[in-house]
Structures are given as structure tokens and as C-alpha cells.
């Protein structure tokens, strides 16, 4: 492999087709994030990647833990799903009818998830979250959403708020662009606060939809919350009578076939899903019961549409990958990869008194700058991300690709052989050394 070392290492033309990108494109990007704005240097421009593994328009090699922010459970280009794809694409690439295609993805999804009956295909996250938000709204005629600080549900216009400082609070919207009158529809409450959630469903009772929350948190650092309190938050959705939406765009499929509802054991109202249903392509899908879903366009008056919903070609890759990730021992496997990997870095961090931590669950893992369980969004601390700008830039001259902020997590894919976990702790080891001299 052609890693490069902090020596060779070069961004020359990846910083030359930066410069050209950002005269065509706002901030040369198409999602903020890519602009590398919290780390170090212009973007990297990839242009190949096979497993674990992606090449840069320098030539370089780097082994991947961004797996493009998630859907990438098999690696790039699983052959399975590459093939699939390829008998699919030369017979058409959209009809804007239903298709075979949708009977297989919907038929294997179904079967295999005992937390869902219905779902409707869409083509991303934020889609999905949208029409499940606006489903919530159709089934209880309530207008007010409740979500948790440091939960991120895509760019949805009432979801892109976050908490004032008090306990309970009117959300002041974080975009521009956003009218006062939508961001009122949304209450934020901090995350691991039973309390705090019950007192916002006590006043704001009678006009709240829906709660919507990312079971496992992992888009704002991981911020894994205790069964106990996802339950405590189910059992005050069914008492309040109010829908509880499981966003798990980033955990379903990722900690088992199931996500969260299956890891927990909880029954969500309605399930969004996004990235790993995809298998790299722009898929997204919301899931609940026959009953919820029949308030459905055509069945129902909640109106919900798309030109290129449950594309052929995204579905074939979609039904690929969900039948790879059926395989016995898929999850184990993954699992056992990605506690062995983090708890090695933990050890390391340990032995030399560094504060870092690698808490993961399933496959998800984040670098995080701290001792202490982190489980809401105002105890991250933001010294570590200048820390972490240090680590991603030692990563990055050594062949090491993490997404570039500290408030993502890594991803481990299936593709992640044991060959190269070990180049990438000597590389990390190395890397965080720099950070802690
Ligand atoms: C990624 C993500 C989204 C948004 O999905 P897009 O496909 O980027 O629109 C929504 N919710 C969660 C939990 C996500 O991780």
C-alpha cells in the first residue's frame, strides 16, 4: 500500500482542485463538514476505494474510518453489492414505478426487523426524518416536536435547533432560514434527563406529535445513553400519548439488523433510516406499524412523494448489502473487531497517562478527549477538538483517514482486516504521541 508517511505526505493537487471547487461551489463543498473547517489543511479529494481502503487524487492510500460518514458497512465496493448492481443498472436506471426491486429490499427488511410492518423508501436521511416528522404530525393532529440537545436528524427546518440555556426552553434556531414560528414547534430537552423530558411533556401538554431522538446519539461525539432512560422516555411517549420516533438514520443496521430497537428492546412508533440501506447509494426509508403507515399518500391523507423513491439501481445495492449483513456472525464479528481495536488504543492511552478514550458500541467508536462517560452534548469539552485537529492531521500523514471534526465518529466495516487494525494503531499510537508531546 502506498501510505504516505509525514515525510512524503502531500496534498498538492487535492489543494489545487480545492482552490477550483470553491469558486464553483459554496465553501468548494456540497455538505459543510467536507471542508475540513475544524481540521487542518484543504479537504483531501479521493477519487478510489476498495474495502478498507480509499486512494487520493495524489496517489496516496490511506485505510478509512469514515466509511463515508456510515453507510459503508462492507467497505467500498463489496463485490456482492458492485455485482448486484451492475446486472441492475445496464436494464435502467429509473422508471418512476414500482419495481421487483422493491419487493426484495422490503420484503428482507420486514422479515427480519420485529420492530417494524410498513415502510416507505426514500432517497436520504433527511427525507426520511422529514416525512416521519410530518407522519407523526398527520397521526396525532399535534403540531410540537420534542427532541434532545446534541441529536442531529438531518437539515430539517424544525430540527435544526438546539437548546437555549435553560432546562426547558423554546428552541432559538441554529440556521438562518429558518422562521421564529417553525423553530417554536420544537422543544429541546438535554439527553439523559428523564426529568427534564417529563416536565416538557407536562407543559406543553396536548400539543406535542412526536419525540424524536438518535437512540445511540453519534452525531455530536457518542453520546451513548442507558437503557433505562430509553425506556423511562418510551413509557412517558406511551403516557403522554405522543409518538416517539427512533432516528437511527447512523444506528440502523449498524448495531445489528435491528439498530437500536433491537439492541435496547424498545418499540419506537416510527423508525427512520438512512446510509448502511443504501449501500452507498442516497437511500433513506421510515418504518412503523400497519396502522401508522396507513396514514400514508395513497392510503391516508399525509401527503409524501419522491421522483426517484426506491430507485432500482439504490434498492439493488440496498438488498446487496441488507443480505451480506444477514450472513451468521456478521455483527459478532464486527463487534469483536471494533472492541478489540478501540480497547488496544484505550490500553495504550492508559499506559501513558493520556486523556483519550475510544468509547464504541457495535462498530461506531469516538475519539474522545476525556476520562469521564461523556452523555450529553454540554459535557464535551471543547479543548479536545484542538486536540483532535492535532491527531487528524498525524493520522492523515500516516495513512490514517478519520472524518475531519471531533464531534464524528469512526466507523469499522466489515472490509477492516486484522492486517490493517494493526497498521492503523501504530500509526494512531504514533499520532497521538505528537498530540500528547
Ligand atoms: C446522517 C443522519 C441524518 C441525515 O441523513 P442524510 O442522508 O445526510 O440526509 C439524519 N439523522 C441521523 C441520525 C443521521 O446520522
Known amino acids: 500500500m502506498n501510505y504516505p508517511t509525514p515525510a512524503t505526505f502531500t496534498r498538492a493537487t487535492s489543494a489545487l482542485m480545492f482552490e477550483e471547487a470553491k469558486q464553483y461551489f459554496p465553501g468548494g463543498v456540497h455538505s459543510p463538514v467536507r471542508a475540513f473547517r475544524s481540521v487542518q489543511g484543504p479537504p483531501v479529494f479521493f477519487e478510489e476505494g476498495s474495502g478498507s481502503h480509499i486512494r487520493d487524487v495524489d496517489g496516496q492510500a490511506y485505510i478509512d474510518f469514515c466509511c463515508s460518514w456510515g453507510p459503508l458497512i462492507l467497505g467500498h465496493c463489496p463485490p456482492a453489492v458492485l455485482e448486484r448492481v451492475q446486472q441492475t443498472i445496464v436494464k435502467g436506471m429509473s422508471f418512476g414505478t414500482p419495481t421487483p426491486h422493491d419487493l426484495l429490499i422490503g420484503k428482507l427488511m420486514l422479515e427480519n426487523h420485529r420492530y417494524i410492518e410498513m415502510v416507505r423508501f426514500v432517497s436520504s436521511g433527511t427525507e426520511a426524518v422529514m416525512s416521519a416528522l410530518r407522519l407523526a ?21 424544525a430540527l435544526l435547533v438546539k437548546a437555549g440555556s435553560g432546562l426547558v426552553t423554546f428552541g432559538i434556531s441554529t440556521s438562518a432560514g429558518i422562521p421564529e414560528a417553525f423553530a417554536k414547534e420544537t422543544i429541546v430537552v438535554p439527553l439523559a434527563d428523564a426529568e427534564a423530558l417529563e416536565l416538557a411533556l407536562k407543559q406543553h401538554a396536548g400539543d406535542v406529535a412526536c419525540v424524536i431522538v438518535e437512540p445511540i446519539p453519534a452525531n455530536n461525539g457518542l453520546l451513548l445513553q442507558d437503557r433505562a432512560y430509553l425506556q423511562k422516555m418510551r413509557d ?34 416510527i423508525i427512520t433510516f438512512g446510509k448502511i440501506i443504501g449501500g452507498g447509494m442516497p437511500v433513506g426509508a421510515y418504518a412503523a406499524s400497519r396502522t401508522i403507515m396507513e396514514h400514508i399518500a395513497p392510503m391516508g391523507p399525509v401527503y409524501q412523494a419522491g421522483t426517484l423513491s426506491a430507485n432500482p439501481v439504490a434498492m439493488a445495492a440496498g438488498y446487496a448489502t441488507l443480505l451480506e449483513l444477514l450472513k451468521p456472525g456478521f455483527y459478532e464479528g464486527l463487534e469483536q473487531k471494533t472492541a478489540w481495536f478501540t480497547a488496544t488504543l484505550e490500553k495504550y492511552c492508559q499506559e501513558k497517562g493520556y486523556a483519550l478514550r475510544f468509547p464504541h458500541v457495535g462498530s461506531i467508536f469516538w475519539p474522545t478527549f476525556s476520562e469521564s462517560r461523556i452523555q450529553r452534548a454540554d459535557e464535551i469539552d471543547g479543548k479536545g477538538m484542538d486536540l483532535f485537529k492535532i491527531m487528524h492531521l498525524e493520522c492523515l500523514k500516516r495513512g490514517v483517514y478519520f472524518g475531519p471534526s471531533g464531534y464524528e465518529v469512526g466507523f469499522i466495516s ?12 501504530a500509526m494512531i499510537k504514533e499520532s497521538i504521541d505528537v498530540v500528547f508531546s
Not at 143 to 148: G, H, L, M, P
Not at 414 to 423: F, G, I, K, M, R
Request: charged share 25%; hydrophobic share 35%.
Open 137 to 157: 404530525r398527520g397521526v396525532t393532529g399535534k403540531s410540537k416536536v420534542i427532541k434532545f440537545e446534541g441529536c442531529y436528524h438531518g437539515h430539517v427546518d
Open 236 to 269: 412517558l411517549c406511551t403516557e403522554h400519548g405522543v409518538l416517539l420516533i427512533f432516528d437511527e438514520v447512523i444506528s440502523g443496521f449498524r448495531v445489528g439488523f435491528e439498530g437500536a430497537a433491537g439492541l435496547y428492546d424498545i418499540q419506537p412508533d
Open 414 to 425: 466489515s472490509a477492516h482486516t486484522q492486517e490493517d487494525l494493526d497498521y492503523a494503531i
